[in-house]
């Protein structure tokens, strides 16, 4: 929201203001129902409480959203370079089918369950990363067996495209200028606007 109120003129400023914004709207969102309140003041606190479970989301949303914008417009340098670390490429690759198989992984955790649980941090962690694995090990194989295949596929598709619109049945004119045709090299730069 204070990104908004910016004018050009306070370039150095708004980076500044939308990073402390940043981070009080994210420590108001994850530290506030931990927030112990008197009996005295619960009451009062009803209110309160109303609007942050209303807007929680949308202050995360924001929070996000600015930092992609910093990271986009260069005013994060760190961020960006950390985001942009080789080492989340696997993850990123991984992350939709991650968020596909996750439900079905757990699904299938609960239903096999015949009896009421005990719940211990140790049990909530085991299963943690027993679904976290799973879902990982599930969401691998349909990417190298699914998502890979296709994608090829489509790459394939798009060559060909490519082809019979440079050799068409009909001459046109040609120039003596070599053009620079930047092939897709993946699929998320099949829509990409040559340079």
């Known amino acids: ?41 619960r009451g009062h606190f009803r209110t309160g409480w109303s609007f942050l479970s209303v ?5 995360l949303a924001f929070a996000l959203c600015w930092i992609i914008w910093a990271c986009q417009n260069g005013l994060a340098p ?7 670390w080789s ?3 696997p993850l990123s690759k991984l992350s939709y089918c991650l968020y596909i198989w996750h439900l079905l992984v757990e699904t299938v955790h609960i239903a096999r369950i015949k009896t009421s649980p005990h719940f211990s941090d140790y049990d909530a962690i085991l299963r943690f990363w027993s679904d976290f694995g799973i879902t990982l090990f599930v ?22 495209c490519q082809k019979k619109e440079d050799n068409p049945e009909s001459p046109k004119e040609t120039s003596t200028e070599p053009t620079e045709v930047i092939p897709a090299t993946s699929i998320s730069r099949q829509n990409l606007v040559d340079p």
Not at 1 to 8: A, V
């Open 1 to 41: 929201m204070l990104l908004l109120l910016c004018t050009p003129n306070e370039q150095t400023a708004c980076p500044v203001a939308g990073l402390r914004s940043e981070l009080s709207h994210h420590a108001a969102t994850v530290s506030s129902p931990y927030i112990p309140i008197p009996e005295w003041g």
């Open 55 to 59: 807007l929680q989301s949308d202050c």
């Open 78 to 84: 760190i961020v960006n370079e950390f985001l942009s």
């Open 87 to 89: 080492f989340w490429q």
């Open 139 to 160: 969401s691998m194989f349909m990417h190298l067996c699914v998502e890979v295949p296709l994608g090829r596929l489509e790459m394939e598709l798009l060559k060909r």
